[in-house]
């Protein structure tokens, strides 16, 4: 296994959790992709996470399976098999702990109907970024940005200068507690190949290409959950697609920094299969 600091081997674990949600995950599989022992791997990602394995990777099947029901149009029975649970009661109990309302009543209440939007669905080619992980509030990512710009200018990254940052969420904060939400903070990449050793937090990743449903919201971020259900909720609810487990994707086109807050342009992607 290549040498690499324990920060990174969780956090390289962490990754396999969020693509593997609907698979095993069990313990000594995990130690075996962080590189522990199972017996140390159990106490260093609690150190780290500040969770066990197991109860960070059953707060997200069930935040996932939020979000399915607060989005998508799948029965409850459905949506628990694909959190992993075997039955609907077990589910609904699970939930309820969790969210401190069944699953019928978290739908009912989250699936409102938002004032429409102009969306479409435009295909894209896959892009590679260098990115920068942020785990805390959405509107406390600035520090991210800030390292990613500093270093990149330090170590000379050739940057595509015509793409606009992007920022990939990984959670919604309206089902995710805020201090434990996931981003990304990227810049698009020029050049194949590593730009040099990278400082924890850092990595290279490519955005998946293929179709996506898009729209624009315009105004300050902290509005932007809005936009999103009006773009989930209301408009792709009615199309017949799916929605890939991955983060979503927001393209800045213009900055906080020379712009009004009012006029801020966001543009929203998530990636759908026909």
Same mark, same amino acid.
């Given at each position: 296994m290549e040498k690499l600091d324990w920060r990174d081997r969780i956090l390289r674990t962490l990754e396999h959790i969020h693509t593997n949600l609907s698979g095993e995950l069990d313990g000594p599989s995990l130690a075996a992709v962080a590189g522990f022992s199972p017996h140390h791997f159990h106490r %260093?990602?609690?150190?780290? %996470? *500040?969770?066990?394995? /197991?109860? &960070?990777?059953?707060? @997200? #099947?069930?935040?996932? =399976? !939020? /979000? #399915? +029901?607060? &989005?998508?149009?799948? $029965? %409850? @029975?459905? %949506? =628990? @098999? $694909? !959190?992993? &649970?075997?039955?609907?009661e077990g589910f609904t109990r699970a939930f309820t702990a969790h969210f401190g309302v069944a699953p019928t009543e978290f739908r009912r209440r989250e699936q409102t109907v938002t004032p429409g939007r102009e969306c479409w669905i435009r295909p894209h080619l896959p892009m590679r970024c260098l990115a920068v992980s942020h785990v805390g509030p959405y509107s406390e990512c600035g520090a991210a940005w800030g390292r990613l710009y500093a270093w990149a200018g330090r170590q000379r990254v050739t940057l595509r200068r015509e793409q606009p940052p992007i920022? +990939?969420?990984?959670?919604?904060p309206e089902i995710t507690d805020p201090a434990r939400c996931r981003y990304e903070a990227c810049v698009a @990449?020029?050049?194949?190949?590593?730009? *040099?050793? +990278?400082p924890e937090g850092f990595r290279v990743r490519e955005i998946p290409g293929g179709a996506y449903a898009q729209t624009i919201h315009t105004g300050t971020y902290e509005g932007i959950g809005d936009t999103y259900a009006a773009l989930l909720g209301q408009w792709l609810s009615r199309r017949s697609v799916t929605l890939p487990d991955e983060p979503t994707v927001e393209v800045y086109l213009n900055s906080p920094l020379d712009t009004p807050a009012d006029k801020l342009r966001t543009e929203i992607r998530i990636r759908v299969e026909e």
């Open positions: %260093v990602f609690r150190g780290i %996470v *500040g969770e066990s394995v /197991m109860e &960070y990777t059953r707060r @997200l #099947r069930l935040e996932q =399976a !939020a /979000m #399915r +029901l607060k &989005y998508g149009q799948e $029965g %409850v @029975l459905d %949506v =628990a @098999l $694909g !959190a992993g &649970y075997q039955s609907h920022g +990939l969420c990984s959670d919604d @990449l020029e050049t194949e190949g590593e730009p *040099g050793p +990278l």
